[in-house]
């Protein structure tokens, strides 16, 4: 009939749940690697929860950059477990370790995003630097596109021109890479995302644009807000609301704007920054292949 597997979560205070996982075919081997997966994410859990909401935000930071330790050890044993078991996707041990890689994943960009916060938070005049805009979304682009592939969403990409501004490219690219990653989450296979960088007048734009669920309009006006309450069939409140936290946190260190707009065909965001400096340099926008 198969089997079921409970590990407790425990802390140094005692229990603080239990992780289940259940097969029809039993494996030492994937035991193993849940047992261990669920020590080491309950240590990065432990590491935070001394710490309240409204902890110093460097803080928040060293102890994000703690947690990447354990999470790299946990995906070091899921992979190790996937190659030792030589499993095919049809096997039920493979979309138990699958789906712990995938959540392993979530939490690595959870880190990522805390990170980002703290060093937001950090960033001073002396930290700016010269950034073009359109360099920064092509990576984020490319290094997208197989997630978009997998997913079965075509993403397009635009670029109109040199887009430079003053600021930091790392937390500039980790507020482009949640919107698009965002917008490839709530838009069906066979669905568009499309991204398009251009320089008007004295700011320079970035728009991500999708074809998937709406978002209401009641919903608009505390989308960045992390931890907002609605119903979970609602597009604003399945999980995105810290990464677009941590956008509009890195927009308005940059002195920019994020607004957000949902006409019944998707939704929309749009970010606009200063521009560096005056710029001619144009080009007809076209797709670029991803």
Known sequence: EGWELRVPLECADGARGIMTLGSRSPSPVTAAAAIAF??????AVAASAPYSRNVDVGLLGLVSREMRTPLTSVAGYLQEALDDLDLQPDDD????????????????????????????????ASAASSVELSEVVSEV????APEARRLGVELVLLLDGSAPVEGD?????????????????FTPAGGRVQVSVAARADRALIEV???GLDIAPEDL????????????????????????AVVKAVVDAHGGTVAVSSDGDGVTFT???????ATDVRRPAAPLPL
């Open 141 to 144: 682009c490319v290094d997208t």
């Open 209 to 211: 644009s999708d074809n």
């Open 93 to 124: 041990g493979y979309h138990l370790l699958d789906a712990a890689g995938r959540n392993a994943a979530r939490l690595e960009s959870l880190v990522d995003d805390l990170v980002t916060l703290s060093e937001v938070d950090d960033m001073g």
């Open 38 to 43: 669920a020590r080491e994410a309950v240590s």
């Open 271 to 277: 970010v606009s920054l200063p521009l560096a400096a």
């Open 169 to 185: 490219d790392a937390t500039l690219e980790r507020a482009v890479a949640n919107l698009v990653t965002n917008a490839l989450r």
């Open 221 to 244: 006006e505390d989308l960045f807000v992390p931890d907002r309450d609605g119903p979970v069939s609602s597009r604003a409140s399945l999980g995105a609301g810290f990464g677009l």
